[in-house]
């Protein structure tokens, strides 16, 4: 059966009943149809939550399909509850861009979902518009203020880099001239849009501690400069109120639940290459307020999401996480070692060997974070027992404990090992997690801590831009905020096609965006791009829906 298919098939219960497992009062759901419901921020018990344990699910590089991470995070929540945890996963909410471009669904597959699977994958409850249309208001003030001799704040246009949100991938917005017409329609400039998970705002939301924390974020994002070179903020065009009211909703997590009826509570959705790839901060905040243990993974593998997780996330909320998974698929280690892609279903031991030096820095990365990570190895169907054996003796042989875990296939039952092991390795660490740098370190250092450490490599060069940008951060005086490096999933380096564990790199930053509102800087290295483009065959092109309203195509 299809994910969609499973999705369907499953008997869901009302979200009042999942509501009940974690003591929550049918009153304080906000409910969106039987199955969805909003939760409101008075739930978030800072006492309680020190007392839960947070497990951050990461993973080794991926393939572009991706390696199962929001798979094997319900599977372990599933797995947790089955040996008598009380146990819910927190994630982060689908973009549209994904969905119909190439890697479709977010919801996790097989029979390690969380459901509705339809609702959660396209429109859900509507927080991804919102953070939309805050977005673009901001970008519409913006634009008035540049074109009105009136209420003029001075804006040098050319200073300028705020563009316009949408949630979908779409190549040929990435770069535009606006304001062309005439007077009447404004000054004309360069600029563009980028994909709503890439947006500040985002970012702020998953950042914010509560509506007035929010609203304050919001008011530190930096536009440009005056034509007198003074610095510009969001607040100085009085934005954030308004940019707050639309957001009054989203920023309350949402609620659903798991194919075996466990707790799910999903909100927030930042890529992890171009931004902090996790879930809101309020989102962990109430579920480790709600339930002794709290799932949660951080997109892409542990060099991107993880890293971020711990140094801006968990520091910035004074979170205590105590225990690591790591994804590991046969099919990624073979890719790693050489394989080609489409050859991956193929048994090759050779490959599979030379590709294990990829999860060893993964390993290693975690280590540097204070953990001895859990390995998680997320079984296919062609996966075969020699190669199976071949990667468990290599971390028995590293003494990490490894478990097979087949979430997909069967739900929570095929994660009770690793969540036995899961338990053990956060009983051993409560006070393990160590962050990788301190906040009052100037940004150089903390660009080149994490390059060496988490990346391997060698050193750090700037191009003359990012020496500039470097110099304007230092006028803004923003020299203490977090770094979130934007750089490319596939490797472990700055370039897409180095496999493996890349060794005698330099890690090359062309420039550094400033996202204030979030409380990060963004060292951009290598290519990346902020918006998208779909596949020459996307998955929109399965995707239907019949005449009864049942979707079909979805994955």
């Not at 304007?472 to 380096?493: D, F, N, R, Y």
Request: aromatic letters at 6%; glycine letters at 10%; proline letters at 4%.
């Amino acid at each position: 059966m299809k994910d969609i298919d499973i999705a369907r098939a499953a008997k869901i219960k009302p979200v009042k009943d999942i509501a009940k497992l974690l003591n929550i009062d049918e009153d304080d759901l906000e409910l969106y149809g039987k199955f969805k419901a909003k939760l409101p921020l008075k739930l978030i018990d800072e006492e309680k939550l020190k007392k839960s344990k947070l497990i951050l699910v990461t993973a080794i590089t991926p393939t572009p399909a991706g390696e199962g991470k929001t798979t094997t995070s319900i599977a372990l929540t599933q797995g947790l509850n089955r040996i008598g945890k009380h146990a819910t996963v927190v994630l982060r909410e689908p973009s549209l861009g994904p969905v119909f471009g190439i890697k479709g669904g977010a919801a996790g597959g097989g029979y390690s979902q969380v459901i509705p699977m339809e609702d959660i994958n396209l429109h859900f409850t509507g927080d991804i518009s919102a953070v939309e249309k805050a977005h673009n208001l901001l970008a519409a003030l913006i634009d008035n203020n540049i074109q009105n001799k009136k209420n003029n704040l001075g804006l040098d246009p050319r200073t300028v880099s705020w563009k316009r949100v949408m949630d979908m991938n779409d190549r040929s917005l990435r770069d535009m001239v606006i304001g062309l017409g005439g007077t009447s329609q404004g000054i004309p400039r360069e600029s563009g849009f980028d994909i709503t998970a890439a947006s500040e705002v985002m970012a702020t939301l998953c950042m914010a501690k509560d509506l007035d924390d929010l609203k304050q974020k919001l008011g530190n994002i930096f536009i440009g400069f005056t034509y007198a070179g003074e610095p510009v903020y969001a607040r100085d065009l009085k934005a954030q109120g308004a940019m707050a009211v639309l957001l009054k909703d989203a920023i309350k997590p949402n609620l659903v639940q798991t194919l075996e009826g466990n707790p799910a509570i999903i909100h927030g959705g930042p890529f992890a290459n171009i931004a902090q790839g996790t879930n809101t901060l309020i989102a962990t905040k109430m579920g480790l307020s709600l339930s002794d243990y709290v799932v949660t993974e951080a997109g892409f593998a542990s060099d991107l999401g993880a890293e971020k997780f711990f140094d801006i996330k968990s520091q910035y909320g004074g979170l205590t996480p105590r225990a690591v998974v790591i994804v590991a698929t046969i099919r990624a280690l073979k890719y790693h070692g050489g394989a080609k892609l489409a050859d991956l279903q193929l048994e090759n031991k050779e490959a599979l060997k030379l590709g294990l030096e990829n999860l060893d820095k993964h390993i290693e990365n975690m280590g540097m974070f204070g953990f001895k990570p859990v390995v998680a190895i997320n079984r296919f169907d062609t996966d075969t027992l020699g190669e199976i054996e071949i990667l468990q003796n290599h971390c028995d042989g590293l003494g990490i404990e490894v478990s097979l875990t087949e979430g997909w296939a069967k739900g929570g039952a095929g994660a009770t090992d690793l969540a036995e092991k899961v338990v053990k390795a956060a009983k051993s660490c409560p006070s393990c997690f160590t962050p990788l740098y301190s906040f009052d370190w100037d940004i150089e250092t903390k660009i080149e801590t994490i390059a060496r450490k988490m990346y391997g490599a060698s050193g750090v060069e700037y191009s003359l831009k990012a020496r500039k940008d470097l110099e304007k951060i230092k006028k803004l005086g923003l020299e203490k905020l977090a770094v979130c490096i934007a750089k490319t999933q596939k490797s472990l380096s700055d370039d897409p096609d180095k496999k493996g564990r890349p060794r005698d790199f330099t890690i090359k930053i062309r420039e550094i965006e400033i996202s204030s509102g979030a409380g990060f800087v963004v060292p951009v290295a290598g290519e990346i791009m902020r918006m998208p483009g779909l596949p020459v065959v996307p998955s929109a092109e399965f995707i239907d829906i019949d005449k009864d309203g049942n979707i079909v195509g979805l994955f």
